[in-house]
């Protein structure tokens, strides 16, 4: 006999990547699940006492859950360490330390943290890679492994698999003297496993050009990108990166953090911008886009297939899935690049962990400390990009045209992957084909065009108005995606060049690609994408230049990392008057 579902209240620290999977993966099963954002004590026994869950689950918390609710109803917490690992930094020793294997532990709260019975556990090989990366990719599959296995054991009346270790390992917080990089004595695999071990936060203490500052996203150079400079020389520059020296080789670093450039308000940004002339004055190291694997630059196009069935792959690796206006630009120049080539189908890959998140909100929130500049007008300067490349891939008509989410796409990384003749995904991408959490944002990215063809202007309508987070399954059930491939994030590009060399050899390929080009101009006549674009960017402008502040407010509290005030209430739905008699 198949369990009921439970109603579950996923507690977190904020509604991040992790979360948001469990919640499309719970919700899927059939469980109803809503979401309170750890603000207060008193806030999270409000939520509890509103929706009355059969079960709580926190899959990112920074702190203890309070007794009064743990001791009301099972708490399970979701900790990104093996059985017996403890701590807030589990994933940052990790990946320090080089830990061949890791795992998450599902295990039940207590007084003490990540002390309670075990009931689930997953393990995984670890990546070289950075800590943000494995969270995304191994660690969320591992829980949501691990969570579901939970799940299921409580509800047909289980209980936890095993009692606490009776010895444990204490991991508190990785202080910067142990990610302190020596540039005279580490080797590249270590400056990696340092920086690294810090990505996403808190970075690591070091200086450049003289100034100090916090680095991150650090990628290893190949011999070729060298010269005989000494360890700890920066010697060349690439796409906003900055190459340096280490004993046996080098390190691209693409991001960092200081004051200076933004009022005295440290957060991160690509090198070019947070060190200007100087950055500048390094030599420029550009590749082409066809290149050797291991050559590390943001963008990179492959082909293959027979001649005459020619299948090519542009993909672009931006950090943390943000498009600033020079990536939107460089993309866009790569693109007509790649549609000058002999190919049938062209497939835009977006990166690893995310296919796109759209407009970069820390490059527009670095011009509001210019004096030449503003955030209103870098905003614009950034949608009007953004929608250039949309444009290119909606007018590329002479052959077919395929979007790859390899990771997650959200707001206007979501509606340019749309812009391509089909989208597909594999089973572990999260979509969020929507703009109103950032401010109230209405969008553009031509997904007024773009959204109505596949759902209809209802669906459309209560796509944008629902705000939540949709797994890849339910996106191809409900016609937003074209298809699900059943496989991990690791197989999914192999198998996707695959299929799309057999339709770029299909014996119908041509008609495909002239129907579409059919199409293309039967929209066009009906109403121009220039029509479209003009409506979306007038309401845009309003965002940015108009009266109500809302994105500029939203933007800077995303940037700074503010906590949350309150819960949104598209997520919370215990505060929407559901109680616990209230109708499935």
Known sequence: ???????????????????????????????????????????????????RPALVIAPFLKRLIQPSVWQRQPCLIVHPG???????????????????????????????????PVWAHAGFAMRAAAKGSLYRREVTEAA????????????????????PPPASTWRGPLPQAERCIDWSKDTTATVLAKIRSADGQPGVQDELFGQPCRVFDAHAATPDALDTSPPGALIGRRDGAVLRRTVDGGVWIGQASHAAPCGGKAFKLPCDLAFGAAFEALPAMNVPLERASGEWGEIRYQECGAPGARVGCLSFEFYNGAMSTAQCRRLLAAWREAT???????????????????????????????????????????????????EAVI??????TIALLRGNAGAGGAFLALAADEVWAHQGVVLNPHYKNMGNLYGSEYWTYLLPRRLGDEGAAALMAGRLPLGAPQALSIGLIDRCMDVAAAGFETLAITHATALAAAHNVEQRIAAKASRRGADETARPLADYRLHELSRMHRNFYGFDPSFHVARYHFV?????????????????????????
């Open 82 to 116: 093996p059985i017996g690992d403890r701590g807030p930094a589990a994933l940052d020793w990790a990946v320090r330390e080089s830990d061949p294997a890791w795992g998450v532990t599902v295990l039940q709260a207590n007084e003490a943290f990540d002390a309670g």
């Open 340 to 390: 000058a080539r002999d190919t049938r189908v062209l497939l835009i890959a977006g990166g690893a962990d995310f296919f796109s998140n759209g407009i970069h909100l820390n490059c527009i929130e670095a011009a509001s400390y210019r004096e030449d500049d503003s955030a209103a007008d870098e905003s614009m300067r950034n949608i009007e990009a953004m929608d250039d490349l949309a």
């Open 395 to 400: 007018r590329t008509t002479d052959r077919l």
């Open 560 to 584: 700074h990392k503010l906590p949350m005030a309150w819960t949104p209430r598209h997520l919370a739905r215990h505060r929407d008057g559901m109680n616990a008699t209230s109708a499935r």
């Open 144 to 163: 949501v492994d691990a969570v579901l296995r939970a799940v299921a054991s409580f509800a047909a009346g289980g209980s936890a698999s095993a009692a």
């Open 1 to 51: 006999m198949t369990p009921a579902p439970l109603r579950i209240l996923l507690l977190c620290h904020s509604f991040n990547s992790l979360s948001q999977r469990l919640f499309c993966e719970l919700r899927a099963r059939g469980h109803e699940v809503s979401v309170e954002l750890d603000i207060a004590d008193r806030v999270t026994e409000e939520a509890v006492e509103l929706f």
